[in-house]
């Protein structure tokens, strides 16, 4: 029997060339398509499941350092050079395109405490244990190179060095918070509010007069240039190590703690974190945002790296490798796209910001299927399924039972509150929100509490 | 008053002089007692070392100080021109001095000024919220901020900041452009030409002109009166009247105005079999009363009906009924009525070319379907129900044999139409050939016969202006119309009567099938090949069967808790006593009625499927307040599938974009918004966080999934 067929005309759905895009007719009359939701349930389980194959977020290690990394700084100007500053006193200027390092300067005895960038990007500066500050040149090729433009000597031992955003001044921190001029070897002011020393300092991006401070004493102490003195004063449960400020938003700024945790303040509301990031196994060292303020990255000295969402208080991912110790510095790339973090066994690491992100340009079909994908992940996301394997990641096992760990400590407390606040009056049990359960107080509310007490 | 005092003095003893005696005696004589006592240390003696406490004591002038005071220096400069300038200024000196007070320790002082300068930082800080809001809120944030957009400039602006020279081209065309006069103005309604044109009119011009319009416009304005008026006649006859005429006035022929009023006639022909037409409802008043009404009307509706049965598709026509259908369409003259004939050609069905194929075989094949239009002045009538019934079961009985049995069969009918049809037919027949031009011959050639099929369409086409003939169908103007094509007559020279099946899908609503008993050996072995494939399907048993068992697996069922040989004598082939049995057993309840139970041909399982809910969302997840809001945000596709390319653009937006390898630099103050209260407000409410009420949360929530972008 013969069968007959339907036939086609070719010309209606066969390319011209290969390079062509196929001929697609579609109806959209939403009575020809009755599954959309399934079917694109299963498009977003799809995606998931490819994000989670091509997650390979590690590109490239930059060795050379003799001593572990103990700090880094972006060049402000451009995007592939970064400089590091390791614990023998070393500092070298890495080009990220090559991955190779440009040189390497023994700037300091003992450890390089410090290293900033001056925001036109020709000089940066260094702060060493040997009691000296140190004015450099980014021109790796320039005569000067090797010499230090200006060294000042000074009195004590400064522990961290910022430079502010826009004029030609930066701030060393120590015994005391020192502001200086790029031109002059003495301070041009001195703020002192205790008698601990100050670990860092980090002035604000936005509103660039502001700068903030973190103190052995566990606090973090805000300063404005244009006061005689620092202006106010949180005090945390444990000491917090680094803060970092959202670029995007003037008056928000992340303490990495040594309570394992990252905590999102208000400048205006100190005494309330206005987000607690939970996640590290061990204590935060160092804390850097996104350029687009929405996410910011963390090294712990658990050995991984975290990239938290400003708004979420848990990690979106984690980095780690079997050969990375304890991360001392992270810092993420001006251009969103990549995350450098140093660490105790003398490497410097590249990573993706996001894991599954292709690099490069992309054409603008891929474009476009990549934005879909994100799309239906981000719609599906409460699918449990998408959910659990968009959120699984392999950790080392230390980790893995530290955070198991605590998951434990952390259950059993909340039944003890729980039993507690059931077989007490009630009211004599307060519910303290977590954001408010690791900050001790602020120095204003004190200042008032002082007065209140001068005045009965 | 000193002698009275005196007296009193005296009435006393010497020694023993009241005191109070005494200070009223001081105090007449204006001593005071206490001022004695000062008195007293005033010196007496002159002595060379004057103690300094004793210096300075009140004099006796001024009871109330004991300095100098200025104002009694001044007493001395009585009559002194500038004395009134002089005790001004005295005056103000003398006010009560202000003293500064101790300044503060410094702890409390650092303290106040913390205070003022922290609550300075955060308002300039707060200056930012209104950016960090619209940047939160914001659907798609592009990075670097601030990018200037691309921007194709108007040719004024290209030219206006050109600062080369201009090309001569472009000389020639500004110059062009800068003096003519017709350019439109920005600021003016009028180009310079027009202005120009408006101050030169005289004045007499412009009445003769003003007059002109006025009289147009009155014109004008008759006219649509008399229209209107004219539209408001409501007699048809009138109107028919004044298209008559009109038409007339436009094309003046005769000819054509009978044309259309033929073309009218068809068209209500058309309409004739509608139910509920004008013609019906005046039956129906008179059908109660008259049988012979009923009857007609009674035939008009079935009549209707049939008109509305939709041709059968080819296949089921030849696999079910035994005989091809043979439409016949009489109407009215070709020309006007047009009809498009659609044919579905027949090797295309898979199942129908099979049928051809045997044909194939038969020698000869003479596929003849003729069409024959007769004149509008043939009157080939055959409306009415019972005479077309009379046609059917004359071409019905008509197997098998040639037109000249046909001749003999007509008879029968008593219809001059019939004779007519016929006689038509015979023409035809034996001219083989259209004669003039009344006669339409379609030629076709079979497609599967070697031999040149003669397939010969004749289309009969009748209009009928039965009102005058045929006082029984008293229509008025509708004329009737059967179709009837395709008519089949077997191939004289074989003998041998195979016809090939050939539709006509006529356009009007009126066709008429007849049905023709055909050879049916072929659809029977058509059908039979069917039925040998699908032998042994029986789905719809097979189902049920499935059913059954499903309903039967899902009933609960009874237990049994009755232990064989408990407080009975045991061994092999013990039975439970009857008793315990029913004491044992609990009885199952019936279930809950399924919800397929009148629904043979499906199954509703209610059962949660486990391999379905692992990917069910259990819980509504949180920026979400009722499950329909969230279902809704699943239902919705955003992929290319189901949406246009723009669309599926705008929703798959990311939130974020960066540009490749471009520095994005923190916040400018250049992008700071202009604060707004609202934020202001948000902020506090944000500060009152654990206050907030409950609706309040819910109202967050919702601005949340604003936020978010779920709508």
Request: glycine share 4%.
């Amino acid at each position: 029997m013969k069968v007959k067929v339907l036939s086609r005309n070719p010309d209606d759905y066969q390319r011209e060339t290969k390079l062509d895009i196929h001929k697609v007719y579609r109806n959209y009359n939403p009575a020809l398509h009755p599954f959309e939701a399934p079917r694109e349930y299963v498009r977003a389980l799809n995606a998931t499941k490819l994000e989670r194959v091509f997650a390979k977020p590690f590109l490239a290690s930059l060795n050379g350092h003799t001593d572990s990394v103990c700090c880094m700084c972006k060049h402000k100007q451009r995007l592939n050079t970064i400089f590091s500053g390791s614990c023998d006193g070393e500092i070298r200027q890495w080009t990220l395109t090559n991955q190779r390092c440009i040189r390497a300067l023994p700037a300091h005895t003992g450890f390089v405490r410090g290293i900033t960038c001056a925001p036109d990007g020709t000089t940066f500066i260094s702060v060493g244990d040997d009691n000296t500050i140190k004015h450099w040149t980014t021109d790796a090729l320039s005569e000067q190179s090797h010499n230090p433009l200006n060294t000042i000597v000074t009195k004590t031992l400064y522990t961290g060095i910022d430079h502010h955003w826009k004029e030609p001044i930066y701030a060393t921190c120590g015994q005391t918070v020192d502001i200086w001029n790029d031109e002059r070897s003495e301070p041009v002011k001195v703020y002192k509010w205790g008698t601990d020393s100050v670990n860092s300092i980090s002035f604000n991006p936005v509103e660039t007069n502001m700068c903030v401070s973190t103190v052995a004493d566990r606090s973090i102490v805000l300063y404005d240039l244009r006061s005689s003195i620092p202006i106010n004063k949180v005090i945390l449960k444990l000491r917090s190590n680094v803060v970092a400020w959202n670029p995007m938003e003037a008056f928000m700024f992340t303490a990495a703690n040594e309570d394992h945790n990252l905590y999102t303040f208000d400048i205006r509301r100190l005494d309330f974190a206005s987000n607690v990031h939970t996640d590290h196994a061990d204590a935060v060292l160092d804390v850097d945002y996104a350029p687009t303020g929405k996410e910011f990255v963390s090294g712990s000295y658990d050995k991984s790296i975290r990239i938290f969402p400003v708004n979420g208080s848990r990690s979106r991912e984690v980095y780690h490798t079997k050969r990375m110790q304890r991360v001392f510095t992270v810092k993420w790339s001006l251009d969103n796209r990549y995350i450098l973090s140093g660490s105790d066994e003398m490497n410097i690491r590249l990573w993706k910001a996001r894991a599954a992100e292709k690099l490069g340009r992309l054409a603008p079909r891929e474009q476009a299927a990549a934005d879909y994908n994100n799309k239906l992940k981000k719609k599906f996301a409460y699918h449990p399924q998408i959910k659990r394997i968009s959120r699984h990641r392999h950790v080392p096992k230390t980790i893995y039972s530290i955070l198991k760990e605590k998951r434990t400590i952390k259950d059993s407390m909340r039944r003890k509150e729980q039993n507690l606040r059931a077989h007490s009056k009630p009211g004599t049990v307060p519910h303290i929100p977590e954001r408010a359960k690791h900050i001790v107080t602020t120095a204003i509310k004190d200042d008032d509490i002082d007065e209140e007490d001068s005045l009965v | 008053m000193l002698s009275k005092l005196l007296a009193s003095d005296d009435t006393d003893s010497e020694g023993e002089v009241s005191d109070f005696a005494h200070e009223t005696l001081l105090k007449s004589l204006g001593v005071d007692k206490d001022k004695k006592e000062e008195t007293s240390k005033q010196r007496t003696e002159s002595v060379q070392e004057v103690s300094v406490f004793s210096l300075g004591q009140k004099s006796y002038d001024d009871t109330h100080a004991g300095k100098v005071h200025l104002h009694q220096l001044i007493n001395s400069l009585e009559g002194k021109s500038n004395i009134n300038i002089l005790k001004k200024q005295i005056n103000r000196v003398k006010r009560p001095t202000q003293h500064l007070n101790a300044p503060l320790s410094k702890p409390v002082a650092e303290r106040l000024q913390r205070k003022v300068e922290y609550e300075k930082a955060s308002t300039t800080v707060s200056h930012w919220d209104g950016t960090v809001q619209k940047n939160r809120k914001a659907d798609h944030l592009s990075f670097p901020l601030n990018q200037k957009p691309l921007q194709i400039k108007t040719v004024d602006e290209f030219l206006f900041h050109k600062s080369k020279k201009l090309t001569p081209l472009e000389e020639e065309i500004q110059a062009l452009m800068n003096g003519n006069k017709c350019l439109e103005r920005k600021d003016h309604d009028l180009s310079v030409l027009e202005e120009e044109a408006l101050t030169t009119l005289s004045l007499e011009e412009a009445r003769a002109r003003r007059a002109e319009l006025q009289k147009h416009r009155a014109l004008l304005s008759y006219h649509e009166a008399k229209n209107r008026r004219q539209n408001k006649i409501k007699s048809k006859k009138y109107h028919r009247m004044m298209r008559k005429r009109k038409m007339k006035e436009d094309s003046p022929k005769a000819l054509d105005i009978k044309l259309a009023d033929q073309q009218r006639a068809e068209e209500r022909a058309s309409l004739r079999h509608r139910a509920g037409s004008k013609w019906e409802k005046g039956r129906k008043l008179i059908a109660k009363h008259d049988e012979k009404t009923k009857f007609e009307l009674d035939a008009q509706k079935q009549k209707h009906e049939e008109l509305m049965v939709r041709p059968e598709p080819m296949g089921s026509v030849d696999l079910s009924a035994e005989t091809p259908t043979i439409p016949a369409t009489f109407g009215n003259d070709g020309d006007a009525f047009d009809h498009a004939v659609l044919k579905l050609p027949v090797e295309n069905n898979p199942w129908l070319s099979c049928t051809s194929e045997t044909t194939k075989n038969d020698s000869k094949l003479d596929n003849t379907s003729v069409t024959a239009k007769c004149d509008s002045g043939d009157e080939l009538l055959c409306d009415n129900a019972a005479k077309s019934s009379s046609l059917m079961t004359w071409l019905s009985q008509e197997e098998n044999n040639s037109v000249e049995s046909m001749k003999t069969v007509v008879p029968a009918i008593d219809s001059e139409a019939v004779k007519k049809f016929k006689e038509a037919f015979s023409k035809i027949k034996s001219s083989g050939d259209g004669e003039d031009g009344s006669y339409d011959f379609i030629q076709e050639r079979a497609e599967n016969s070697e031999h040149e099929a003669n397939s010969e369409s004749l289309k009969f086409k009748t209009l009928d202006k039965g009102d005058h003939k045929f006082p029984n169908l008293n229509t008025g103007d509708s004329p009737e119309e059967i179709s009837c094509t395709n008519l089949k007559t077997k191939s004289n020279s074989t003998g041998s009567t195979l016809f090939k099946p050939e539709i006509e899908n006529i356009s009007t609503s009126s066709d008429l099938k007849f049905v023709h008993d055909d050879n049916n050996s072929l659809g029977d072995e058509q059908r039979m090949t069917i039925e040998q494939a699908f032998a042994d399907d029986d789905v719809l048993a097979e189902f049920s069967f499935e059913k059954n068992e499903l309903i039967e697996g899902s009933k609960p069922k009874d237990i049994d808790l009755s232990l064989p040989g408990w407080g009975e004598w045991g061994g092999t082939g013990v039975v439970p006593s009857k008793r315990k049995k029913r004491k044992f057993l609990t009885k199952a309840k019936p279930p809950p009625p399924r919800k397929d139970v009148n629904l043979d041909h499906v199954i509703i399982t209610e059962d949660r499927d486990i391999q379905i809910a692992k990917h069910q969302v259990h819980d509504i997840p949180f920026p979400f307040v009722n499950s329909d809001h969230f279902e809704k945000t699943i239902v919705r596709p955003v992929g290319s599938t189901w949406n246009t390319p723009s669309a599926v653009k705008s929703l798959t937006n990311p939130e974020v974009s960066t540009l490749l390898g471009a520095i994005i630099s923190p916040m400018d103050s250049e992008s700071k918004e202009p604060n707004k209260t609202k934020n202001k407000n948000n902020f506090k409410k944000q500060k009152v966080g654990a206050h907030t009420s409950r609706s309040s949360r819910k109202q967050n929530r919702l601005q949340k999934l604003k936020i978010l972008g779920i709508d």
